[in-house]
Nanobody, 123 residues
């Protein structure tokens, strides 16, 4: 099991940027593929981005392609989500999650989840 703590959320105007961080502790971070998901009020949790343990392969939801970038620093046990050109529709609680194998957008394959960080984009 790995413990995950997200940070970096906040209030930003449309068109602005934020960088979310997810610090991991517990089992060996490099053993895990990582993902970011989000949940807006009244909506189901949705996939945002995922990255392999090596960082060599990433995937994104169509709604964020070209605007968001997922990356990881295994030396710091941290995964990041750089969010640019933010839109009001990006408003949600953002969660990072860990999987023992690359799981892409399939949330049920992620065993460990953080508590989430709120991102609010004003118009």
């Amino acid at each position: 099991q790995v413990q995950l703590v997200e940070s970096g959320g906040g209030l930003v105007q449309a068109g602005g940027s934020l960088r979310l961080s997810c610090a991991a502790s517990g089992r060996t971070f490099t053993s895990y593929a990582m993902g970011w998901f989000r949940q807006a009020p009244g909506k189901e949790r949705a996939f945002v981005a995922a990255i392999r343990w090596s960082g060599g392969s990433t995937s994104y939801a169509d709604s964020v392609k070209g605007r968001f970038t997922i990356s990881r620093d295994n030396a710091k046990n941290t995964v990041y989500l750089q969010m640019n050109s933010l839109k009001p529709d990006d408003t949600a609680v953002y969660y990072c999650a860990a999987s023992s194998y690359y799981s892409g957008s399939i949330s049920r394959y992620y065993a460990d989840w953080g508590q989430g960080t709120q991102v609010t984009v004003s118009s």
